[in-house]
């Protein structure tokens, strides 16, 4: 890639004058809330899903704290149904599904591609106004007493039978949905229309390519789970025969527009993820990712067999025996790019230039519990094991595995290997990568042990359980706390960097990619000039690249 | 804190050895590809950390080949494990022949199970070792689901329809029944106990109990008492009949007055009862009040099972008998649940 233009201005203590970049570029809060920078955008994005997840995982505490013991002596089973409810929603649709699209990709997409900003930046903006509309929602439903349906507002319960919040819960994730919408939709027309000239789609970074394939499923998507919730609302308040049998109704019907939208959201969470793997391996194995194009196309394939394997969370929900046998097979087919990918990412460090900095532990670690996480996976998809571990902590185990293991993994270590192109700043090298730590073995302490307590049977969702199950419950809490403490210590650190951090330069890791090339952190516009895209994202064996890292130096 | 501290459950039934023989091999399938992965990363991080600042990594990519095997590889142990996961799953739902039928109805937040001899419990399920059971399930509100962790088998209980498993113990014992799924404030608390006994001390403990009438002499007065008889009379095809006689229709082939043919099964009978104007018996007319909320979940059992147990009587038999008690007419029969 052509380099792009110096700045104009180098920042040097001799001149005492800053050079401009988009976060010096205006002060004052309306600066920030009316902006139209993606960039701006992207952190106002990560303070809000920030709050929900500290919300959310301070649920998960609550509930691993009752879990501590047989008899259910810390809440009222009522409250313990809320906490688990409020901690599947605040975490599924207000921290997984927007964590890395509106945080990273938002930041990235732009910079990434060579454009100035996304394709609609006012939309950009609404849509974190709509998400944080849809949060005070949710929110004022669990100020006032929250809801105890599940995450899954499985029917006739939610429509009949629950005396909570249901209505206003649903609504905050109904209007939340818009903003996925806004962001994908954006997402979508940005790719095809903005990207620098000389950048052919098989140029673009994998980055790209997931966020693309996830932008399609959140568009074709997220209108399902809408008009789903407006049917629950529609049954609850006028009383129309959809879910309810007593009117009428069918509540498997439920689960089938539940999980047509809720499976594909599950890759909504994790293709992001996968393509921030394919970047962090990229950047700090200093090599082409293997497979450029088969990992490109696992992600849209991926996206479009997603679509079609939802039957399988209703196998033994009375679903004929032969429409589980098809949603059975298509599961272990879509689980084949995935683990697909895993070999490229492995390969890929092959004779690669392996660095050991704090994102790169976090792309290790992906890889390892993400390959649990999928295998698993394929285990539960086999009808006949199924049976026995449906509903039971096997399963906790495993989607915590590919939502923890996988996604916040990767948006843990794509917000470590960003963090200085967002805020130009480094954070501690030792601490961070001993939260790093802490979060995979706190990560492995709090949920392998599930899946031993899935496989002796203990179903989810109960807030007491027969003593013999405790020895696994005890070792899943304490794990939970570690895994606790390795998440607040990047919150503390990243927050220390932006006021005490060393300056990191523009290109810290000596990485390539169109963002690197601008400088960090960037300017309201990305570029000083339009880039000219001459290869492909990981080209690192050239000599341009060999002078940039030896005239600017690199910590990697 | 309790001090046993099991790592593998309990088997107690025929499905058991199926479902952990594809749990075990799934788990070393996992255990390898994992240790590969995990043992590649290790080597490789150690193999080529970077040396220098600047160094970078060489264009090597992989070969053809390389790529075609991981994607074969896997995809031909998931299509293999799918296809045995198939068969053990088929095996789950398709009660053998000689299956007897009980029935389980879930409500908030108890289990409410009847005998087809007619005992019934609430919580506990007695069952003799060696026979095989299928379990017919309802639900009186919400999703339930039944689970018996050391039988390896769960199935959702729905309101508004039956859903069965069924098992075959195969070792006395006291064992874990769960819901499943989650069904409201106390969820955690509607468990119970499966006891599976020798075949001799159930007998013992059917004959201890309070047994009451069987599920079909139960179901037989309850057709006597909601007046089901008036119209549907045995072999009465005549002027004054105002509804199709029931013997020989379970598990038969009906035709509908709007052309459609199904087979009557626990519920097409259920539907018959409770909405008797949805699918009507070609040269009926639709003149049956419904039964909705006259029946309970556990009475419209006892009916199904009543009318089931007329299905393998002969028509002509079923003319002789219509003058006497249902009740007399058909004693349980273990065998009652299989269609003929």
Known sequence: MNTTAAPPVTATAETGFKRPHYLNAAYGVRSWLLTRDHKRIAILYLISVTAFFALGSLFALLIRLEL???????????????????HGVVMVFFFLIPAIPAVLGNFLVPLMIGAKDLAFPKLNLASWYVYNLGGIFTLWAIVHGGVDTGWTFYTPFSTHYSNTYVISTALGIFITGFSSIFTGLNFIVTIHRMRAPGLTWFRLPLFIWSTYATSLIIVLGTPVIAITILLVAAERVLHLGIFDPALGGDPVLFQHLFWFYSHPAVYIMILPAMGVESELIAAFARKKVVGYKVVA????????????VWGHHMFVAGESIYAATVFSVLSMLVAIPSAVKVFNWTATLYQGSISYQTPMLYALGFIGLFTLGGLTGVMVATLGFDVHVHDTYF??????YIMVGGTIMGYLGGLHYWWPKISGKLYPAFLSKLAALLVFVGFNLTFFPQFILGYLGMPRRYWSYPPEFQVLNVLSTAGASILGVGYILPLCYFVWSMRYGKDSGDNPWGAVGLEWDTTSPPPTENFYTTPVVTHGPYEYNREEVHNRMSQEGTIG | MNSSFPLFPESASTHAGSVDALFIIWALVSIFFTVLIAGLIVYFMARYRRSHPEEVGTDETAAVWLEIAWSAIPLVIALGMFVWGTRVFFDLYRPPANAVEYTAIGRQWMWKIQHPEGQREINTLHVPVGQSIKMKLASEDVIHSFYVPAFRIKQDAIPGRYTSIWFQATKPGVYHLFCAEYCGAEHSKMIGSV???????????LAGGAAGKSMVASGGDLFQSLACVTCHRAGDTGRLARGPALEGVYGHTVKLADGRTLTADDDYLRESILNPSAKVVAGWEPVMPTFQGQVTEEQLSQLIAYVRSLGSASPAGAATASSSPPVAATPPAAGSGAPQ
Not at chain 1, 74 to 81: E, S, V
Not at chain 1, 297 to 308: R, Y
Not at chain 2, 195 to 205: G, S
Request: proline content about 6%; charged content about 15%.
């Open chain 1, 68 to 86: 501590l013991t047989p008899e259910g002596d810390l809440f009222q089973p009522d409250t313990y149904n809320r906490l688990f409810t409020m």
């Open chain 1, 395 to 400: 399963i906790v185990a495993h989607f915590h």
């Open chain 1, 297 to 308: 196309f696992a992600s849209v394939a991926i996206a479009v067999l997603g679509f079609l």
């Open chain 2, 195 to 205: 006891i599976v006994m020798e075949p001799r001390d159930y007998e013992a403990w």
